[in-house]
């Protein structure tokens, strides 16, 4: 029944694009949203190489799960997310925890400073689509 939904809403999408003159659109940003290039923004760099350089690629990928959630799952939760809320996760990683993903703990950090945990979680959460 779910694939039926699936194949039928996807077909709806098709007919009301073609319907609406094909897949050109005059709504600027809808493009622009579309094709919008993570790794320009300045967040995307600094926190790459912070996370390149520490130990977080041995529990996380980016696009599948392994020790811990993938970066892209993680993103999608907290889309949007608030200052307060990157603050949070930034001392989730300095700290640790467990509960949220699974029962397998996320091992402490304190060698990360606050800053660049943070700057860690902007990247990540910049990872949404990915």
């Known amino acids: ?8 809403f996807a077909t709806s999408i098709a007919a009301s694009i073609i319907a609406c003159g094909g897949a050109e659109t005059k709504d600027k ?3 622009a949203s579309v094709t919008t290039d993570i790794s320009a ?3 995307y760099k600094k926190g790459l190489d912070l996370v390149a350089k520490s130990d977080c690629l041995t529990c996380h990928k980016i696009n ?9 799952e993680v993103a ?3 889309a949007g ?12 990683i ?6 949220v993903w699974g029962a397998i703990p996320m091992t402490p950090h304190p ?3 606050q800053a660049d945990a943070e700057q860690m979680v902007k990247y990540i959460l910049l990872l949404k689509n990915s």
């Open 111 to 113: 060698q990360v400073s």
């Open 81 to 92: 997310a608030a200052d307060s809320t990157i603050t949070r996760l930034a001392g989730k």
């Open 64 to 72: 599948e799960k392994s020790t811990g959630p993938a970066y892209n």
């Open 1 to 8: 029944m779910k694939k039926v939904f699936t194949v039928l």
């Open 41 to 43: 923004d300045p967040n």
């Open 29 to 31: 940003t809808v493009v």
């Open 76 to 78: 999608a939760k907290y």
């Open 94 to 99: 300095i700290a640790g925890g467990s509960g």
